[in-house]
């Protein structure tokens, strides 16, 4: 679990530091739960996606397929 504190907000995007230390990060401040202000810490858990990569990889090659029988 990742640890970041709220620096600040600019417009629709909040500044995040985060981790020990305290990269600034930039992230879609709709995302975050609602009622956080500046100062107020919160976790983040990233976690790998399988079938979202599996799904896209999928639709990759098959708009790249789709392109090679057009150009032949």
């Known amino acids: 679990m990742i640890k970041a504190v ?3 907000f600019e ?3 909040a500044v995040l530091l985060v981790g020990d230390d305290e990269k600034e990060v930039v992230f879609p401040a709709d995302e975050l739960p609602d009622g956080l202000n500046e100062g107020d810490y919160i976790s ?3 976690a ?3 079938e979202a990569t599996k799904a896209a990889a999928a639709e990759a090659e098959a708009l790249l397929a789709d392109l090679k029988e057009q150009n032949s």
Request: glycine share 8%; no cysteine; hydrophobic share 25%.
């Open 48 to 50: 790998y996606d399988e």
């Open 11 to 13: 417009g629709k995007k």
């Open 6 to 8: 709220i620096d600040r």
């Open 44 to 46: 983040i858990d990233i």
